[in-house]
């Protein structure tokens, strides 16, 4: 029997190894694995505990001593949880998350056996580094990288099995320096956007001291059963299935949307989130989304340096305990054609230390100015840096979904709701007058009264785009499920500081010629308007028409990775990351080849895996079944029964031997292509043969015979799982 009816039948088995999920206070449980600040007071002198919370505050260093006495308190903490191991744990720019464990054991040099966790290997650590992805940054005889402790992520510890670690989150630099990780340059991004926006909070209130970005992902998934995903190899190598036929039923009743969860994956969910609350993550919803055997869960957004760190380790946590349920999660972008993929909507805002939402339109008039002046600065950073914004969600995997009329375009635009349409449109057509202290632009800032039709606003139309303001905050929704968000919200971190400065520099200049504080701020949030309207845009960002209007407007479409990366090192890209202190030029070009070596990389594997199953899973299912055919046309004949009377079989054998000569014809073609492209040396070159030449030219169409076959193919000798079963049984 193929492995698919072993699988199909093992999934109709009753299964009595079910793990039992135990129902638990979320209060009792959440972050009981997690060093935070309670546990700190309780296990850390008070010396340690004040450099530590000083340093989580204001990112003070942390004295060395000091540093051993913190360690020996987690040290401490861990072992009361049967903690045996520590390991760095970091987010290298392969996109997974990496750990080297050590043990707390170790042999004193009389041969005592002791358990030790020093200052200095809680403050850095040196993994080999070489085999982790670096842009040319380090060459492999300089393979040196180091992990250096980021005390404002606490530490916590992961079970697997029984075996506990402890994990203390780092980031990832070279020797020289250089980052090789996600957090470094987001914590960077982090500190120049705190600058930035406290510098012009302090235009309307002196009290700011610290502006911090939030970050509320939603994270969108695949269940699907693990015997009939061990059956697909596509699925078990790409995350996605190359190959499959549409269903007869797909997502066209949309009954999934909403609709009650199956069992199976309550308690897969239910599971997961147990483990996630004891990590301090925060979950707080669960539904099913459009697409069958699709989810989503989101939670109460954070800061978003923890914000990135509880998304990465969510990732890491279902997949682990989809596991225990024989479950396999898909966090890839497009799983399946022909039904919804899969992203990760990024909703951030601004949150100041007096306890404001910067982007919340505020009571009176006045704090309605502040909340104009950064949401308006928000907009002109995506008009202006719009490519570089695109550039930050680019991915082999996220180019199926944008575009595909069920996410968001790749053209960058901005919706912002008919009634903040209407205030932007009010400032902009006041240009020419100057604005005066009584003026009513500015008093007619009186948004509170109007909140319920900016909510009302935001419901529908903007789900067609790829970033939206949503009341209190903007939602990138453009981001890849299989994204660290660490690397977009850098970026957005990045271009709005900047923006804040220019616009902090052209009001003082203003006001040193004399213009009133609110004068000056209403004339630059004005300017900014009018140059950065273009990237509003209020419509179905699905439609044709759309596609249209935004080239007329001069906004970029690109639609593939190898050519939106281009944005990352324009000489306006450079200067950017430069003048913020965020990428020097060689990090900056080290991550784009980073980029173009994953894009490569990833569509080499599928390319080959569409090779192999066809070769070995397709053709012969195929060829069993000509023969067949064959078969039986020569015995019909020699019965000499007339023709007509198996003209059915005569057309069905053509078609199935036109299709598999198809396949053949076309995997020989695409092999040469990507021999071809291999031997291209710039990367650039090559991931645009590989995009151009490889993929457009032949996945689809050898996915097209291939899929013809499945439909004409006895059932008995399909040896893949079909779409019906993957979205369907479970
Ligand atoms: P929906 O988008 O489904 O209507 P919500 O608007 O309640 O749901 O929130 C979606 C996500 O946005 C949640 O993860 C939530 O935590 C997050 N969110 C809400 N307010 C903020 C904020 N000020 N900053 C960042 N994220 C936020
Ligand atoms: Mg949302």
């Not at 797909?250 to 949307?257: I, N, P, R, T, W």
């Not at 500015?442 to 419901?459: A, G, V």
């Amino acid at each position: 029997m193929s492995l698919r009816f072993e699988a199909i039948k093992h999934v109709s088995h009753d299964r009595t190894n079910e793990p039992e999920v135990k129902s638990q206070k979320i209060t009792a449980i959440f972050g009981e694995s997690v060093f935070n600040i309670k546990t700190a007071r309780e296990f850390l002198s008070d010396e340690a505990y004040k450099s530590l919370i000083n340093s989580i505050k204001g990112s003070k260093k942390i004295e060395r001593n000091v540093a051993g006495q913190i360690a020996t308190g987690i040290r401490a903490w861990a072992e009361t949880k049967g903690v045996t191991h520590f390991t760095h744990w970091f987010q290298p720019l392969t996109g997974s998350t990496a750990e080297k464990h050590d043990s707390f054991f170790t042999l004193k040099s009389d041969g005592t056996a002791i358990e030790e966790f020093d200052g200095a290997a809680l403050i850095q650590q040196e993994p080999d580094a070489s085999s982790f992805p670096s842009g040319g940054l380090r060459a492999t005889f300089e393979a040196r990288g180091y992990t250096a402790w980021d005390p404002s992520s606490p530490p916590f510890i992961i079970e697997i099995g029984n075996g506990k670690t402890l994990c203390v989150p780092t980031i990832f630099v070279s020797y020289t320096g250089e980052s090789l990780d996600y957090k470094a340059p987001l914590m960077k991004a982090t500190e120049a956007l705190n600058k930035a926006a406290v510098t012009v909070c302090n235009l309307f209130d002196k009290n700011v001291n610290k502006v911090t970005p939030t970050l509320g992902w939603e994270q969108e998934y695949f269940v699907i059963d693990e015997a009939l995903v061990n059956a697909r190899p596509d699925l078990v190598q790409c995350g996605r299935t190359v190959f499959g036929a549409a269903p007869a039923k797909g997502q066209q009743l949309e009954d999934h949307y909403f609709g009650s969860i199956p069992e199976r994956v309550y308690a897969f969910m239910r599971d997961y989130e147990n483990e996630s609350y004891k990590l301090g993550i925060p979950l707080r919803t669960r539904h099913n989304e459009v697409a069958p055997a699709q989810f989503e869960c989101a939670p109460i957004f954070e800061e978003v340096n923890i914000a990135v760190d509880h998304n990465i380790l969510l990732m890491d946590v279902m997949t682990r305990v989809a596991k225990r349920h024989h479950l396999v999660v898909l966090l890839h972008e497009k799983p399946f054609a022909g039904i919804n993929g899969s992203g990760k909507h990024n909703n951030w805002s601004l949150a100041t230390d007096t306890g404001v939402n910067l982007l919340a339109p505020g009571k009176t008039p006045k704090t309605n100015l502040m909340f104009l002046t950064f949401f308006v600065n928000t907009i002109k950073a995506v008009h202006d840096y719009a490519d570089i914004l695109r550039a930050s969600i680019a991915s082999a995997s996220n180019d199926f979904r944008l575009g595909a009329n069920e996410a968001p375009p790749a053209i960058i635009s901005v919706f912002v709701g008919e009634y903040l349409t209407k205030v932007l449109n009010d400032v902009e057509s006041r240009v020419g007058t100057k604005f005066d202290e009584q003026d009513e632009a500015i008093l007619k800032l009186d948004l509170h009264r109007s909140i319920p039709e900016l909510l009302m606003d935001n419901t529908d139309r903007n789900r067609t785009s790829p970033f939206a303001f949503t009341g209190n905050k903007f939602e990138f929704r453009a981001v890849g499920s299989t994204a660290n968000c660490g690397h977009p919200m850098t970026i957005l971190n990045t271009i709005v500081a900047d923006t804040l400065n220019k616009f902090a520099a052209e009001v003082e200049a203003l006001i040193e010629k004399g213009d009133k504080k609110e004068i000056a701020i209403m004339q630059v949030i004005q300017k900014y308007i009018v140059s950065s309207k273009k990237i509003l845009f209020e419509g179905d960002g699905y439609s044709e028409e759309w596609h249209k209007e935004a080239e007329k407007r001069g906004l970029p479409n690109l639609k593939t990775t190898p050519i939106a990366l281009d944005a990352m090192i324009t000489e306006k890209a450079k200067k950017l990351f430069k003048e913020n202190n965020i990428y020097s030029h060689s990090e900056l070009e080290a991550r784009y080849e980073i980029e173009l070596e994953k894009y490569i990389k990833k569509v080499q594997i599928e390319a080959r895996i569409m090779g192999d199953l066809a070769t070995n899973h397709i053709i012969p299912s195929a060829l069993k079944y000509q023969n067949e055919l064959l078969k039986n046309v020569s015995l019909l004949r020699e019965a000499a029964l007339p023709e007509k009377l198996y003209k059915g079989q005569l057309a069905l054998l053509k078609d199935v031997s036109t299709h598999i000569q198809q396949v053949y014809d076309n995997v020989d073609a695409m092999v040469e292509e990507r021999k071809v492209a291999n031997n291209i040396t710039n990367s650039r070159d090559k991931a645009i043969a590989y995009e151009a030449k490889v993929k457009a030219q032949y996945f689809d169409k050898i996915r097209y015979h291939v899929d013809k076959l499945e439909q004409l193919v006895d059932d008995e000798l399909w040896t893949l799982p079909k779409y019906r079963e993957l979205l369907f049984l479970r």
